[in-house]
Structure formats: C-alpha cells, structure tokens
C-alpha cells in the first residue's frame, strides 16, 4: 500500500490552503469542492489563488494524481427536468475548467436520479450530459487560446471519474453493470472520445446497494464482480467509508472506519486487495466526540500494516 491516502478536506479561506489543512493531517491524498457545494453559482478562480495552490502543492509530497475535485450536490445530470439538466452539466464544464486550471486531473461525479422515468432514460441523460460538457470545454480551451485574457487557462486534461450510488429509489449507477454501461455508451458516442471517464468506487455506497464487504469472501467477489462488469483499469479512486446502515438498505450515512456495519475486518481485505492497494484513498468520515480524521488514519493505517 502506498501513502496515497486522506480525507476530503475544506478550501475555506482559499483554495490553497486545502493543501495545508490536507498536509496537516498527513494526508498523501485529498479531495475538495471547488465551491460552495450546496450553491450554484461560483466565485471566479482569482490567478494569485491558483498559483498559490499550483505552488504549495508542488512544493508538497503529495503527488498531483492523488489529488480529486468534487461535484457540488445540486446538480443532477440524469435528470428529466430539461431546466434543471441544463444547469447541471453547466456547472459540470465549468467544474471540468476548474480542475483544468487548478491542474487537478480528475473530478469525482454522482450520476444522480432518474426521477421517475427509468434507468435507461436516466443513462441516456447522463451520457448526453456528460459529451456536452467535454464539448463545451474543448471550445472554451480553442476560445482560450486565441483570447486568453485571464492569464490563468488551464489546458490540463481531466477525468471524471463516475461515483457509484447507494442505490435508492430512481438512483443511477447503484449497480456495476449500470456504470458498465454508461461507460460502454461514453465510449461508442459520437464525441466520447474527447472526453475520459473513470470510476470511483465509494465502499459505503456498495455496500448498502447489496455488495457485502464484511468478509473476505465478499469483497473478494465484489471486487471480481467489479472487474467483469466495469473493468479495473477503469478503477482510479476509493472512497473509503463505513455505514451506519444494514447491508443492502440503501441508505448513504458514513460512519468511522471500522465502527460501522462493514467493520474492521472487512476493510482489511479490501484494502489488501491487489485492486485496491496501490490506488489513492480518500475518506468522507464523520468528525465528531468519537474520532477525528486524524484519528480515522491511524485506523487505516493499522488496519493496512496489520498481518
């Protein structure tokens, strides 16, 4: 196992200083929002604050494909509402240009709910949203170079990286066949080929969508499920979590690794897995009385060096 491990970690009072507070823990991994992620609107990336942040993690021991951009909550880019589809995958391109400017390499995507009208139509959303989004931002990077007025365009390319679901009512992506899938109708559609798509594999939301991880056994098949119908190469980040909530219930509540209903000795063959132990890790753990992130680390940490 490498060092490739952290937390999703605040940006408040800068982007860069993520980086502080990602190192302060020991973080060799972390993960932010670019905004707030429960607003549609941004404020503009300021050039200083980029090149802080491309400076201060230069400057680190962290390595910049360990490093992740989260979507905000509000979008839904599997929705049937046209309104609301459109300004998702609006704020979609405009966080694929954030990443790219910031020089981060991959952006963490809920492919989000359905509404009602099926999976298939949800899929088919969810595909149209995400080759618009790789168009639009090609554009903007031809528009950039004739005009580059800001001084701070970014050409870097960026992966999203589709997160799977817990699974609940109208959800897309619950099921690795489903993100099998997409990824198939990402690949064959007309502009797939501009864009790149991995997987971010959240051990929660597995889980409680009915991938048991408590024993060895079950991780063992959830991950050779994992690799038939997805693909391993296409698996390019963790999101290591607990459940507070039983085995196939559907519900999204992380709790402290170890301390939920997978438990220590299912995080142990997970993390032993061939699969899994060179890729980075990134915890969404509760803080609270009980532990800290700091605390979740050493968890991990032990959990990892144990024999």
Known sequence: MDSRIGFHVSISGGISNSIDNALKIGCGAFQIFTRSPMRWSAKPL?????KNFRKKLGESKIDI???FVHMPYLPNLSSP??????????????????????GIPYLVSHLGTHGGKGKGYGISQLVKGYNFAFRNYYKSLSKAAIDNSHGIGGKESVTI????????????????DEIGLILDKLDSS?????GSFGVCLDSCHAFVAGY????????????????SEVGLKRLKLVHLNDSKDKFN???D???HIGLGKIGKEGFKALLKDKAVKNLPIIMETPIDKRRDNSDNLKVVVDIINRK
């Not at 009512?169 to 690795?176: E, Q, V």
């Open 249 to 251: 219930s559907n519900r």
């Open 161 to 176: 990286l589709l997160e799977n679901s817990a699974g609940h009512k109208y959800s897309i992506g619950g099921k690795f």
């Open 253 to 255: 509540r992380h709790e």
């Open 212 to 227: 048991d991880l408590r024993k060895k056994d079950g991780a063992g098949e959830t991950l050779d499920k994992f690799s």
């Open 46 to 50: 300021q050039e200083e604050e980029v």
């Open 65 to 67: 494909d360990a490093v």
């Open 190 to 194: 007309s502009s797939g080929s501009r």
């Open 81 to 102: 509402n046209d309104k609301l589809h459109k300004k998702s995958v609006d704020v979609l391109t405009e966080e694929i240009k954030r990443c790219s400017v910031l």
